[in-house]
């Protein structure tokens, strides 16, 4: 259910959040009381008060950045001392002043201790008085992370049970949509009217966000990036961090790295969506499968009895299919050969079909049951398709397809607000500039340059900040977190493509904000420091709504500050917010506190690169 980010104007969701928000509203308010009926929510204040000194309250590595935000008004240094958990100072200096910072509307102060290189728990940070949330400085900071940003797209499978022994006790749940009563799908789910006269299994694949749809579009972004770390770590040498026994999932002991076991739960389900040969429209994708009507909070998968449909394919959905398993095919060969050329098949076939069916493109009115997720441009998806499908081939027709593509020349690919699901031509560049390939060396360089240049602008952005955010000042919107970590994954590919340390520095200042150092004093992923979201908006991980429910996961990541302010929550708690403090850890506030794959997968690829060590 996500609105993403509008980098390029295509039409918001925003009736569609709205239609879900007021069903919500009504789950809560129109149920009788008795021990079945959801909980009335607790009423709260729009944040808790930050501290004034923001770190990284999950903490810092040793040989990492160790930068922190001070909010004061002051226009000359301050003196800080960072203390040990005993109340040892370990090291003192002054701040730098930054002053007006306009995302946040804070007047900022800078403190560097990177040059402190020592170990341990508890550390705090006291400027003028006021001391920091704690946090610890160790080389085995992101361990933890990197495993619990990965378990979240295990809890949000559908079509399989989720185990207590794999997820904890308070959610383990049985499987969903497998068409047992009272759900009906997703083993045989009709067409809308008028799409198709048969019925398809489409079961498997993960829940978007907090609703229970799944989304080719978002899905074939996600998975990529998942994919794409495990083969980041493989060319860094750190391949074995994702290898097999290394996650909480099922298939664990089978011989292949666990990422790529998760990964393919959401590739079959995509590879499922294909319509089959023989069909109307052969090899393109279906656009998205989601219950006929909105669903009220809180809903346990397997309780939903909405009718589930599929929706038209589009070009889009064709094309994330194209790219997403040509990215499997060569990722997957050297741990299972056959399900890698059945990947291979279906990207062609995608490829074919998208390419027959240029501009079949999904409505922003499709939006009563799910998300819309409407692109009226799809020419970033033919070249990110073609650039996976070259870089896995080599073939000529790929080759052509992407040399030829104005956006393999563009020199806006790259924008400050990151790519999306709807803006996919960065990872079409990302894939060349990084998996070996055929281009002429001076086209190779130029679109490395451009990936680098993409970088420097990002660190260029976050220096005239207060709270170093790879993000401009109107780019709080729906999903914000997601761009943010977006970003930083792009910073660190800089950092492989050059081994210059001020990418590596940028990403992990990347984390440093989605784990508290910003305006609010809030760590965004559940479960990771002092001040960490706990309400995020989702159905089942719905505790503020009901008390036999669970809180979301840790290492779930919330959307952040979007200060469109599109939810009756956040419209009622937060009139006035600056942009980046335009967030609440509320269910209710689905424009600011939803959970989403695509939000996610970034978080977790950001998570494996900051916990390689050596």
Not at 138 to 143: K, M, Q, T, V
Not at 581 to 604: K, M, Q, R
Request: glycine fraction near 10%.
């Amino acid at each position: 259910m996500p609105v993403p980010l509008l980098s390029r104007p295509r039409g918001a969701r925003t009736a569609t959040a709205l239609l879900s928000g007021a069903l919500l509203l009504i789950a809560a308010q129109s149920a009788p009381a008795g021990a079945d009926s959801p909980a009335a929510p607790a009423a709260f204040t729009a944040h808790a008060a930050p501290s004034a000194v923001q770190v990284n309250q999950l903490g810092y590595l040793p040989d990492g950045p160790k930068r922190a935000t001070v909010v004061s008004g002051s226009a000359t240094a301050l003196p800080w001392q960072l203390r040990d958990a005993a109340g040892r100072t370990a090291a003192s200096g002054t701040t730098t002043v930054r002053g007006a910072d306009a995302a946040s509307g804070q007047s900022a102060h800078l403190v560097d201790f990177s040059p402190y290189q020592g170990t341990g728990t508890g550390y705090t940070l006291t400027v003028d008085g006021r001391t920091s949330h704690p946090f610890d400085i160790r080389a085995n900071l992101y361990d933890g992370l990197r495993a619990d940003a990965m378990s979240f797209f295990y809890q949000q499978r559908s079509g399989i049970p989720i185990e207590a022994s794999l997820a904890g006790t308070a959610y383990a749940r049985p499987a969903g949509h497998l068409g047992v009563a009272p759900n009906r799908g997703d083993t045989a789910v009709p067409c809308v009217s008028g799409v198709c006269d048969y019925t398809r299994d489409v079961r498997g694949g993960w829940y978007d966000a907090g609703d229970q749809g799944k989304y080719v579009v978002n899905g074939g972004l996600a998975v990529w990036q998942l994919v794409n770390s495990f083969e980041r770590a493989k060319r860094s040498g750190h391949a074995a961090a994702l290898g097999d026994s290394t996650l909480r999932v099922p298939e664990r002991g089978n011989r292949v790295p666990d990422v790529l076991d998760e990964s393919r739960w959401e590739l079959e389900f995509l590879m499922r969506m294909q319509i089959p040969e023989g069909k109307p429209r052969a090899g393109m994708a279906f656009h998205k499968v989601h219950d006929a009507a909105w669903t009220g909070l809180p809903t346990r998968p397997e309780q939903d009895a909405e009718p589930r449909e599929l929706h038209p394919p589009s070009t889009a959905a064709t094309l994330n299919l194209a790219a997403a398993a040509a990215q499997c095919a060569r990722v997957y060969a050297p741990y299972d050969a056959a399900f890698a050329a059945r990947c291979l098949d279906s990207a062609r076939r995608a490829w074919a079909a998208a390419q027959a069916n240029p501009d079949v493109l999904a409505p922003g009115s499709d939006s009563t049951g799910g998300g819309a997720y409407d692109d009226s441009e799809v020419g970033d998806e033919f070249y990110w398709a073609a650039a996976e499908l070259y870089a896995t081939t080599g073939q000529a027709r790929y080759r052509d397809a992407v040399t030829s593509s104005p956006y393999h020349t563009a020199s806006d690919v790259f924008t400050p607000h990151g790519f999306s699901w709807q803006a996919t031509a960065p990872l079409g560049r990302l894939v060349l500039a990084t998996v070996p390939n055929g281009l002429p060396a001076t086209d190779l360089a130029r679109v490395r340059a451009s990936v680098v240049s993409a970088a420097d602008g990002q660190l260029s952005t976050m220096a005239g900040q207060g709270y170093g955010v790879p993000l401009p000042a109107d780019g709080y919107v729906w999903g914000s977190n997601g761009q943010v970590a977006n970003n930083g994954t792009v910073m660190a590919i800089a950092y492989e493509l050059t081994k210059q340390r001020r990418y590596r520095t940028g990403a992990l200042e990347t984390l440093d904000y989605l784990l508290g150092r910003n305006a609010l004093g809030q760590s965004y992923v559940t479960g990771y420091g002092e001040h960490a979201a706990q309400n995020q908006h989702h159905r089942f991980w719905a505790h503020q709504y009901d008390a036999s429910l669970p809180n979301p996961p840790a290492g779930s990541i919330a959307g952040g500050a979007n200060a469109g302010l599109q939810d009756p929550v956040a419209q009622e708690k937060l009139p006035g917010c600056a942009p980046a403090a335009c967030y609440i850890d509320d269910i209710g506030s689905y424009s600011t506190n939803e959970v989403a794959i695509n939000w996610n997968a970034p978080l977790a690829w950001l998570a494996a690169f900051a916990a390689e060590r050596g």
